[in-house]
C-alpha cells in the first residue's frame, strides 16, 4: 500500500512540473552580456528538473535507505544565478565566475536509497574564481569547472549526493570545490598544469597534475596526463598516481565515416587509506562511432568495450581501479555513466567489463532519438570485496528522446530497463528494475 500512495503522490507533482516547464520553455530567453564603465557582465540563470519513477528498485531488494521499497517516485530541482565578468589588463584580460546553487530532492527521495532522501536540500557557492588571460596564456584561482578531454579522469569535483549538494540526479554543482589552473595554448597544442579539490563525496580528495594535448585538424586529438592524489579521507583515493594516455575523435584512413574513441588509464602509487598496498589498477575502452551513410536522418551507430580492473581477493596488492571524476555529459548523454541503471546506482566505472551498442538519430537538428543496450560484467568475482560465484551482472536497455535549442534548452525523456544476471541475483535479488525519467535543463 505505501508504494501505491507514493505513486499517487507522484502523479500530480508531475504534471504541475510539467506545466511549469512547459511555460518556461515558452519563455525562456538568454540574458545578452552588458558593459558598465569597462567591465563586462554576463548574468544568467539555469534551471534543472529531474523526475524518475521506478519499479523493482535494486532488482526487488529495494531502496537501501528503505529495505522492500521496490516502487520509488524522486522529484529533484535545482537553480543556479551565475554572474560572468571580465575587464581589460595588460596585454590581456582579468576574469572571473561567481554562481550559487539551490538544490533540493523531493517525494520518496533518490531512486536506490544510495545517494539522498526526500527533505535534502542546499545552498552553497558553486563557482568563485578569478584570472587573467591572454591569446597563449591563463591563470586562474578559486572553485571553478574544470574538465580535460572526454572527461574520463577529470571531468567533475562533485558526486552530488543529497547530504552535501541536496540532491544526486540533476548534478548542478560542476565546480571544484578550489583550484589553481595554469594553461598554455601554441598553435594545435593545449597544456595545463593543475591543483584540485574534490567535494566531500569524493573525500575532500586534493590532487594535483599536468596535461597536454595535441589536436590535428581532420585526425584527431591526442594527449596524456598524469594525476597525483596526494591526500583524500574516502573510496581509497588517497596515494593514487595516475597516468592516462588517449585518442579521440580519429577517423580511419579511407573510412572518414568511422571515428575511434580509446583511452587507458593506470593507476600506481600506494594505497594510503588501505595499510599501504601498493596500487595496481588498470582501466580502458575503445569506442567506434560510425555515421551510417545513404539515409535520410543523420544516423550513428557506436560500439564500445570498456574494462575497469576489480581487486584480486587473494592478491598483496589493490587492484581495484578507482573511478576517479569522471564527468556527466561529455560528448552526449552518460559518456562515462555507461547504464541509467548500472552506470548510476550498482556499477561506477570500477571493477567492471561493460560492452555497449547504440543507435543515435536525428530525425531534425534539434532532436534525437536514441536506443542504447549494455551488457555488464564484473571484472573479479566479488562485489565491493564481498566473494561471488559469477561475474554475470545484469543486461540493460536503454531508450530516448533528446531535444536541443542552442544553448537556452536541453530535455530528455526516456526509459531504462534492466534484468539481473547471476552476479546481481546473488546480491540484491530476481527482479526487473524499470526506471521512466526526463531530464530538463533551462538556462536564461
Partial sequence: MTTVRSFDRFTPRVKQLALLAAAT??????YDPVTVAGWTLEPGIEARVGLQYGDGINFGFGALDDIGETRRSSA?????????????????????????VGATTLLDGEMSGQFGRSGDSRIDVDEAHVGWRNDHFSLSIGPREFVVADGLVIGDGNFDIGAEQGQFWVAPFNAWKNAAVASVDHGSTHADAFWLRSDGGFGDARLYGFNVEQSVAGRGRFGAMYINIYDGDALAY??????????????????????????????????????????????????????????????????RYSRFSGN????DDNETYR?????????????FYQGEIAGEYHLFNSNQVTQFVKFRTFPQ??????????????????????????????????????YFRGQEIYLYAGVAWSTPNAAAREVYGDDDFTVVQTWMSFNF
Avoid: M
Avoid at 25 to 30: D, I, K, L, M, S
Avoid at 251 to 279: C, I, M, R, S
Avoid at 323 to 335: I, S, V
Fill in 25 to 30: 520553455t515558452a519563455e525562456v530567453t538568454a
Fill in 76 to 100: 529533484s530541482l535545482s537553480l543556479e544565478p551565475r554572474l560572468g565578468f571580465e575587464h581589460p589588463a595588460g596585454a590581456g584580460t582579468f576574469f572571473g565566475a561567481v554562481s550559487a
Fill in 238 to 303: 588517497d596515494g593514487v598516481e595516475a597516468w592516462n594516455l588517449r585518442a579521440l575523435d580519429v577517423p580511419v584512413p579511407g573510412l572518414p565515416a568511422l571515428k575511434l574513441f580509446a583511452e587507458v588509464v593506470w593507476q600506481l602509487g600506494t594505497d594510503d587509506d588501505g595499510g599501504g598496498a601498493d596500487n595496481n589498477g588498470l582501466g580502458w575502452y575503445v569506442e567506434t562511432a560510425y555515421t551510417l551513410p545513404a539515409v535520410p536522418w543523420t544516423t550513428i551507430v557506436t560500439y
Fill in 312 to 315: 584480486d581477493l587473494g592478491s
Fill in 323 to 335: 573511478p576517479l571524476f569522471y564527468g556527466f555529459y561529455a560528448r552526449e548523454w552518460d559518456t
Fill in 365 to 402: 537538428a534539434s532532436i534525437a532519438l536514441t536506443v542504447y543496450y549494455f551488457q555488464h560484467d564484473l571484472e573479479e568475482r566479488n562485489y565491493y570485496g564481498t566473494p561471488l560465484a559469477s561475474r554475470d551482472w545484469a543486461d540493460e536497455i536503454n531508450a530516448g528522446i533528446e
